[in-house]
């Protein structure tokens, strides 16, 4: 994606923040998936269950092994904390743990929010949604580069109604976005390669 196609989605209000983390540590995290044990990922169901629904979500997710790399990213993400309350005009307390997804050919992740789950006490409600693409989208898959994947939102305008308006953000490796948790979102899905994002959620 080119500037300009960030800048488009910064107006309709996502928080971009290009090299977020440094290609070394990026390639450092996919290094530590690569080398742990995957789970499948996980929805939380309308009833506050944490479940496996791979008709909703296809991906595996992974926990950060490494004690100093876990440390680092957090570290990051506590000093990006003053920033997102500032942009999105709300009071945040912490973020979830960050972990590590991946989305294998034909991995996806259907329309949601992240704080659909009704059963969440309020003081529990996830508020701010963060991404980091450790890796890219291109053409043909290729370099740990991935083919499909896109991060689709629905809605980001004033003027965009309809179910069907989308907003397309195509991952950039070291690229992180957040937007408010109720955003309505999917992971399109990946036709060739891996895509593998880091997660997690502020509150």
């Excluded at 923040?17 to 499948?40: I, K, M, N, V, Y």
């Excluded at 590590?100 to 050919?105: G, K, L, S």
């Excluded at 949604?129 to 994947?149: I, T």
Aim: with cysteine; hydrophobic share 40%.
């Amino acid at each position: 994606m080119s500037r300009s196609d960030l800048q488009a989605l910064r107006k309709l209000g996502l928080y971009l923040h290009e090299e977020f983390l440094s290609p070394t540590d990026c390639r450092r995290l996919l290094l530590d998936a690569q080398a742990g044990e995957a789970e499948a990922a996980t929805i939380v169901d309308k009833c506050g269950n944490v479940i496996v629904d791979q008709g909703m979500r296809r991906a595996e997710s992974f926990g950060i092994s490494d004690g100093v790399l876990r440390e680092t990213v957090r570290g990051r993400f506590a000093a990006l904390q003053p920033n997102l309350e500032t942009y999105f005009g709300v009071t945040l307390v912490d973020c979830e743990a960050p972990y590590i997804v991946r989305y294998p050919i034909g991995g996806f992740y259907r329309p949601h929010g992240d704080n659909d789950c009704k059963a969440r006490a309020s003081a529990d409600e996830r508020k701010v949604s963060c991404v980091l693409f450790l890796n890219g989208s291109a053409a043909f898959a290729k370099d740990e580069c991935f083919v499909g994947g896109a991060l689709a939102f629905f809605r980001l305008g004033k003027n965009e109604t309809a179910e069907g308006c989308k907003s397309f953000l195509h991952p950039i490796p070291a690229l992180l976005v957040a937007f408010r948790s109720a955003t309505c979102h999917e992971v399109l899905p990946v036709m060739a390669g891996c895509r593998w994002t880091l997660v997690t959620w502020f509150h």
